[in-house]
């Protein structure tokens, strides 16, 4: 019988970010769903705040895995993920 390797009941995928930050070396922006500029799946402001905790400096993509318009998502995420960068690129220590 197989096991499943996550519970995702219980999976904290925010915690978990915040553990492996250090050792990424590219980040796939998920998005699931956008609503007024933003990503309402996910909070993308922790997410980059525990990368540039680490000084994160490599490639961000986009992947698009919602169900609603692809083509006004993508555009609505764009440029919601280039804010994210900007604001949370410089590293914590410079930015404190």
């Known amino acids: 019988m ?3 390797l996550v519970n995702r009941g219980d999976y904290d995928y925010l915690a978990s970010i915040e553990h492996t930050a250090a050792l990424a070396t590219h980040v796939r922006a998920k998005i699931y769903e956008m609503r007024d ?6 909070d993308y402001e922790r997410i980059f705040r525990a990368l540039r905790a680490v000084a ?10 919602g169900q609603g318009d692809e ?22 220590a410079a930015a404190d």
Do not use: C, H, K
């Open 2 to 4: 197989a096991v499943p």
């Open 56 to 65: 994160y400096n490599g490639w961000v993509s986009l992947v698009y895995e």
């Open 37 to 42: 500029g933003r990503e309402t799946s996910l």
């Open 71 to 92: 083509q006004a998502d993508i555009a609505a995420a764009i440029p919601m993920l280039r804010r994210s960068i900007a604001e949370f690129s410089t590293p914590a």
